[in-house]
């Protein structure tokens, strides 16, 4: 089930009732409600997927318990190990197992060998990704002492499985998530209000912006060698909003179902695209995976510990795996070096955390050099995209040549319809701009507004995303 | 919690009339278009012997107008540039099934070759043909089964009706490459821009696989040729010339797809006017020039038929 889809308008109000209706006065029979519900909505798409989900949580539910008992340092590190060594087995399979094969069997071509090896025709269960970092971490937490393992497998599975969450993050903690879904919850209108509002934002960028803005990076990127400079860079530039547009959009879709139901999940956004540098840029982008990557990779290979050339080891270690984690493919894990090199003038000149609160805090527009650091950081960033939306490395490449050609300065040649895109993502800026220093666009905007005018608003949004939705277009992040 | 519901409640009903208001942008919307063939199919006004359907190469390679002067007999172009062999099925069961439009005695089916039946992005359900035209519940039917939109939001919302090309609230215009005849077709007389230089290197002897073919293209190519039998219409598939590139087996291929019901008529290889690049717009479509000698040979094929 996709949060874009009439199933879901069905099922969001069906939980919500008889989570507080039926089952309010139990906090017990509302997670089972919650768990129930979650791998419906998981099923939904493939029901053969769902054990695997199953079995992982009960990995990670049983390791976790086991950590804890055991005192003996060596075995806890066994029941670690076990468990890091299956969850990550199961990604490898699903995820990986083909890109090893066919690099290892091109590799071996290129010395002149014929390596004959099988490959997996499989499809990627959808969320594995994310649900595996959620249990990785919970397992990693219990060994280190930092929680303590959940006795409850109920209250475990939802924190794994929660269904705002579950297929493409934002990728929860143990430490942040299960205490709330182990605590009493009560009805929260404002809580509710602000939750209904920020689906309505996010359904805006995903619907609006992401599938509007794909229509044209796809007829773009996809015929590539057909266009001009300035169109070829104008399909970057759409692409550059569709996936922001489409995995913000998400994420503001699962925090605001999430708040429904009183529960508050990890902020996965927070405005990137106005970010100073690049280091900024990626505290503001799927924070929830970064944080992740600091916290069980890089501070464990020594993070800022250490002298220079550690630093940047680290720093390309983390930005590899990262693009790694999006897909088995070269130009992802090129996208994660390309961003590391971006990264590195910052580490070196340790300016890196330079700019960490919000760009022209209070006023209404940025100096001019955070507007020269904003511009910078943002064509970098959309240089950076057309690695991670090309089909291959040569595609890609050939790609960039193609911006750089003679006619990069010319009009831009797209259909009229384009304009309404255009004029979409100029609104997004602005709104986004105005709102800046939230947690998401529209919490503050316009709250002190004549009703009247405030639901017209409101209408407006709605009334975009019912114009604009056909068939149900898939979240890029579910592929991950 | 009540309160809650009750506002939510309260805007939806505002929303829902809200929506009412939109009705105006859709029912105008037909008067802002230039092309009003398919208005013309699904209100009854198709009244020609003679139809011919297909994508862009069934537009630019066939002059309907050149095909009744030369029968007596007349005849229209139905050929939507982009559209795929889904989209031809589609118009083709509105003509007949549309009261007030006359059942034609031969229809031409221009095809794509090779990917009539395979993968084309640059061909599909031309879904922006029929947005404009979402007033009539025909064209809304047709979208909730294509998957376009979906019933229940559809029948309840106005807005769920229209798309992004509302909203420009335009009058359109004939481009360039998008001039319709009175007769429905679409010739173009200029060549496109750089194309020796696209062009030079794709001369290569294309041999038809069935590998990548789609069943649905497949059934609706079936679709086509079984409304073709069931009103007893004479079905004559065209394959005009591309530039350079010669598919061969495709036509066996289109043969054995109409299981015994209409012709394949393919263009002459010989005539000397295929081999030069002054007759092409481009490596997939004749110009003009080039669309008047490819219709001298279908109108002598359709001549059999009268």
Redesign the interface.
Known sequence: MIFNS?EFALFLPIVFILY??AFGKSMKWQNILLLVSSYVFYAWWDPRFLLLLMFSTLLDYYSGIKLEQTLDRRIKKVWLWISIGINLGFLGVFKYYNFFAESFQSAAAELGWEVDIFTLNIILPVGISFYTFHGLSYVIDCYYGRIKAERNFVNYSVFVSFFPLLVAGPIERATHLLPQIKRVRT?D?TR??DG?RQILWGLFKKVVIAD?CAEYANMIF??SGDYSGSTLFAGALFFTFQIYGDFSGYSDIALGTARLFGMELLKNFSFPYFSRDIAEFWRRWHISLSSWFRDYLYIPLGGSQGGLGKKIRNTFIIFLVSGFWHGANWTFIIWGGLNALYFMPLLISKSNRKNLETVAQGKWFPTIRELIGMITTFILVVFGWIFFRANDVTHAWNYIKGIFSSDLFKAPKLP??A???IFFVLFLLFIEWIGRESNFALEKFGLRWYRPFR?LF??FL??CV??????EQAFIYFQF | ?K??II??AL?SL??FI??KAFILLRNNAPELEVDHRLEGIITGKVDSEILVYGSSRGARSVIASQISDSLGHSCYNLSYPGSDIGFHAYLLRETLETPGNTIPKVVVLVVDDANEFKEA?MLGFR?DRMYPLVKYKTIRDEMVKQ????W??NEL?I??Q???????MKQQAFTKNDSIMKCGSMPIGHQKKNFEKLYKYKHKPYIYSREGEYIQKLRAFDEFVQLCKKHKIKLVIAIPPNFRKVTTGFQQRLEEQLHGYGIVFAFDPSIPEYADQAYFFDNAHLQTNGARIFTDELTDVIERYF
């Open positions: 009439i507080w209706w009805f209108y509710a209000v209904m509007g996809n015929d009229e319809e304009d309404v895109v639901w409101y209408s709605l009334l019912i114009v604009l939705s056909g068939k | 919690m309160q809650f506002k939510i805007f505002s929303f809200l929506d992005k879904f998957r376009e939109k979906k229940f939001v919302l807005t769920h229209l798309n992004k090309s509302h909203f420009l």
